[in-house]
RNA sequence: GGAGAGAUGGGUGAGUGGUUUAAACCAGCAGUUUGCUAAACUGCCGUAUGGGAAACUGUACCGGGGGUUCGAAUCCCCCUCUCUCCGCCA
């Protein structure tokens, strides 16, 4: 959400900005000045006749103490018409400051300068990669063919439990996903994140917060009875852990890690390119979460970036970061860096991470802010959040890449967390 | 699920219709004095928004929403949440 002030004051900025990410604002935003200044004028006037009202309540007090029934009973009369003025402006301001509201949340976060314009993946700009590509057959399997191969991962014995896109991790392939976990959380710790096992349901003012209500609605599973949702990632409950908080700036940045199952309705989106662990209704993600000072949240971003790219390195998967263009990037977003790891047997890369700033954006919903020492303003922070990582389609790489004829090799550096060096 | 009690500033907590301009204490900040692992004293100490160069000042906010009243933290109604006991249960 956009503060007003910023909407009055840089019209003409906004306007422009919003081009990158393809978004026509003009009409919002003319339509949303000329509520605000109503509100405004409404506003002023209404607070100047309620001061009258308890200048003139108050006397009434007075003149009650002091026995003056008559002069009492006169200033109530005055109060008549005062109350009746007052309603009609109160009256009035009830719609429109609703539709302010709803004008003001369909804005879209402002993308940071740096971010290039254009419409979908092609235009995304490739900042750099690593690793080293993998050698594997021409029969190489693709993950939906191992996991049968070795009975790692059943998706029929999901389907019998609860559908599809729930499969069922067995052996070897659920101590995997134990220590993939593991070690992204262990990596994060030493990357000074302080872990926090938040719950996996929240309430609407939580949706709210981070941005997914009221527009995301049919992307989370909802438990109507108590009008809870399943998360479909950590960053939901995290982030708002900072909702209606105000922080000492000595304080920032706050880094959280946690591990959480992710639920994604993905309504309306399956397709024959996303078999597999490529796209779940249930996943498991590790979401790392930064509270940081609006000066410094870009440098949070750069190391937010680079705590990622050691975990891909640490797992020897071939991997490119993107810059996403406009087009691409989320609603919430200022600038977004996603990671694509190269998938061997499906000759693709596949999207493990995705790394943003969403600057003041989702602060303003959270109402998330801080105050510098001796400052008596408080200012909002700046919220960025990243997986690190998300484990389906980083096992899909793991499988694919390191497939040899006497098996799966794992990685080095999750050997201790296994226990086994083989997928056989 | 049943019964009861409650929700007040960063914390504890007073306030049941008008000197409350939300007391007091604790925590925090600034200063004074003594002089040294500190104490005493004084002052400041919520958020949002409007006006003002500033000092200052108007308005709203006591879990949320509505109502009664000239006037509501206080009275009434609805909702949410918390606690205690009972029931159920890992």
């Known amino acids: 959400m956009l503060p007003i002030n910023l909407i009055r004051e840089k019209r003409e900025f906004i306007i422009e900005r919003l081009k990158v990410k393809n978004f026509e604002a003009e009409e919002i935003i003319n339509k949303i000045l000329k509520l605000d200044s109503s509100r405004r004028e409404i506003q002023s006037k209404t607070d100047l006749l309620q001061g009258e009202m308890n200048r003139i309540s108050k006397e009434i007090g ?18 008549y018409s005062l109350k009746e003025e007052i309603k009609v402006l ?15 949340i369909r804005l879209p976060n402002l993308p940071h300068e740096s971010v290039p314009g254009g419409h979908g993946a092609d235009d995304n700009i490739k900042v750099r990669e690593g690793g080293i ?35 069922v991790y067995k052996g070897k392939g659920a101590k995997l996903q134990r220590a993939l976990i593991s070690f992204f959380l262990d990596e994060g710790e030493k990357a000074g994140y302080l872990e926090v096992m938040p719950p996996l349901m929240v309430n609407e003012d939580s949706g709210f917060g981070t941005g997914q209500l009221p527009d995301k609605e049919g992307q989370m599973y909802h438990a109507t009875l108590d009008n809870f949702y399943l998360i479909p990632t950590a960053e939901v409950p995290v982030t708002n852990i900072y909702r209606d908080v105000i922080l000492n700036a000595d304080k920032l940045p706050i880094k959280n890690i946690a591990y959480t199952p992710c639920f994604r309705r993905e309504a309306g989106s399956w397709g024959a390119h996303v078999r597999g662990l490529n796209r779940l209704h249930q996943f498991d993600k590790v979401e790392i ?20 790219e050691n975990l891909v390195s640490k797992l020897e998967l071939p991997f490119r970061i993107l810059k996403l263009c406009g087009g691409d990037m989320s609603f919430t977003s200022a600038l977004t860096y996603d990671f694509e790891v190269w998938s061997a047997a499906q000759k693709r890369w596949l999207e493990v991470s995705s790394v943003s700033n969403f600057e003041s954006f989702q602060a303003n919903r959270l109402k998330c802010r801080f105050k510098e020492k001796g400052d008596k303003q408080t200012r909002l922070v700046h919220t960025l959040n990243g997986s690190a990582l998300a484990l389906p389609r980083i096992v899909a790489a793991i499988l694919e890449n390191n497939q040899t004829g006497s098996g799966i090799k794992i990685p080095k550096a999750l050997i201790p967390y296994t226990g086994f060096d083989i997928i056989n």
């Open 62 to 79: 007075s003149l009650m103490k002091d026995g003056k029934r008559d002069e009492a009973n006169a200033s109530k009369e005055a109060t």
């Open 90 to 104: 109160t009256d009035k301001l009830v719609p429109i400051d609703i539709d302010l509201r709803n004008e003001i």
């Open 133 to 167: 590509m993998p050698v594997v057959s021409e029969t190489a399997l693709p993950h939906w063919d191992l996991i049968k191969k070795y009975d790692i991962i059943d998706f029929d014995l999901g389907i019998k439990l609860t559908g599809a896109g729930f499969p």
């Open 289 to 308: 979460v930064r509270i940081a000072h609006p000066d410094h949240s870009y440098e949070s971003l750069e190391e937010m970036v680079n705590h990622v």
